[in-house]
């Protein structure tokens, strides 16, 4: 192992078994989420991988949940994809997701080049093909810039460098203000932003995904933080075959800014897509993972990701027996009408423990770090 004093933690700490669909996609199949950690400073990191081969680490875009990722029809399509030819490693940045030992995201680039670095030496990987997008992006740099030799190649997904950059400063602080306060509101505004031209039920899917996967405050920690990222003293540095996607119309990072990062990094080849999701695995998926895919050496790939196939799948989904009990369900519904648990003892005629007991049964079925993401979820998937 090169470059990190992080050490694993998988021998001393089991992984969390969370459920998960079972998918079959050319040969990959998985019925959970096998979640490892890495343990980095202050930090333990959730990490899990999917295929063999030559390793890519993809990941760093602002809300990410390793099971709840998985659970999405259109990025289980992407990630079981490329797992067709590559080893996908995939982690959840310190502060989201399942990497919940810091109560926030750090908002300097250091602890996550740091994460990153755990999770490849937890993963035994010396070198890695890193695909990041948006707020990964200036991680993504950094990392290349400071370990030359662990980076094989990149792939920067609807990049920046700057986090100033992204908007006006009286925007930056009205949008994390509204997170922070209103996340259910909130939620809505960043579904148009990632994701402008999604039907009804994309849509809708895409704002449980958000509500489940962080609480108000982590979201807005963590998009306090995609502001404060800051690569442009590193991407000069930077030595590793470098490709720029970005789509031509996406509203969440501007093709100014994916322009700006190819010019910042010596070599960097940019490639302009048409379309504006910014999610890689929304819009024309497999377009953008022929391209990143060829740049990493598999040629004549052929993808098997459709728009049609994507959404039939997302509609089955709809129709799957819910993770939690119908109990469970009626006791988050109380919660998310701001029902205490003595409050809903007395009205389901419970004993208090019991409820309390279907609360963290609940969330750890659904994989999620608070009581208020547990009932956001409940609201969002209530039928």
């Known amino acids: 192992m090169t470059g990190s004093s992080a050490r694993c933690r998988d021998a001393a700490r089991p992984a969390p078994h969370l459920a998960g669909p079972v998918v079959h996609t050319d040969g990959v199949e998985s019925a959970s989420v096998d979640v490892r950690y890495a343990w980095s400073g202050t930090d333990d990191v959730a990490w899990s991988e999917l295929g063999d081969g030559e390793p890519v680490l993809i990941g760093g875009w602002w809300m990410s949940h390793l099971p709840h990722d998985w659970a999405s029809p259109p990025f289980r399509a992407f990630a079981s994809e ?20 810091r109560g926030e995201t750090p908002i300097t680039l250091g602890p996550h080049v740091d994460a990153v670095a755990a999770v490849l030496d937890a993963a035994r990987v010396d070198q890695v093909t890193i695909m990041a997008g948006s707020s990964g992006c200036p991680i993504a740099v950094e990392f290349a810039a400071r370990y030359p030799e662990r980076v094989h190649r ?8 700057d986090g100033g950059s992204v908007a006006a400063a009286p925007d930056r ?4 203000e509204m997170v922070r306060r209103s996340w259910g509101v909130s939620s809505r505004v960043m579904s148009d932003i990632f994701y402008p031209d999604a039907t009804p039920e994309q849509r809708r899917a895409y704002i449980a995904h958000q509500r489940s996967s962080a609480t108000p405050h982590m979201a807005a920690a963590a998009l306090e933080a995609v502001y404060q990222f800051d690569a442009r003293e590193s991407a000069p540095a930077v030595r590793a075959p470098t490709l720029v996607l970005h789509r031509r119309g996406d509203r969440a990072i501007r093709l100014a800014l994916g322009v700006a990062t190819a010019q910042a990094i010596p070599g960097a080849h940019l490639e302009v897509l048409d379309g504006d999701a910014h999610h890689p695995w929304h819009g024309d998926a497999a377009t953008f993972l022929r391209r990143a ?4 050496g598999v040629d004549e790939m052929h993808v098997s990701l459709s728009p049609g196939a994507v959404d039939a799948e997302a509609a089955r989904r709809t129709q799957r027996p819910s993770p939690i009990s119908a109990r469970e369900l009626e006791v988050l519904l109380l919660v998310a009408k701001g029902r205490t648990d003595a409050q809903i003892a007395s009205e389901l005629f419970l004993s208090v423990h019991t ?3 279907h609360v963290a049964n609940a969330r750890t079925k659904l994989g999620v770090p608070s009581r208020s993401a547990a009932a956001a979820w409940a609201v969002a998937n209530a039928r």
């Open 82 to 101: 490329m797992a067709r030819h590559r080893r996908v490693i995939r982690m959840d940045l310190p502060g989201s997701g399942l990497s919940r030992s």
């Open 154 to 161: 990149l792939v920067l997904a609807g990049p920046y460098l």
């Open 173 to 176: 602080e009205a949008l994390v």
């Open 293 to 296: 895919m060829a740049f990493d």
């Open 355 to 357: 409820v309390h007991r």
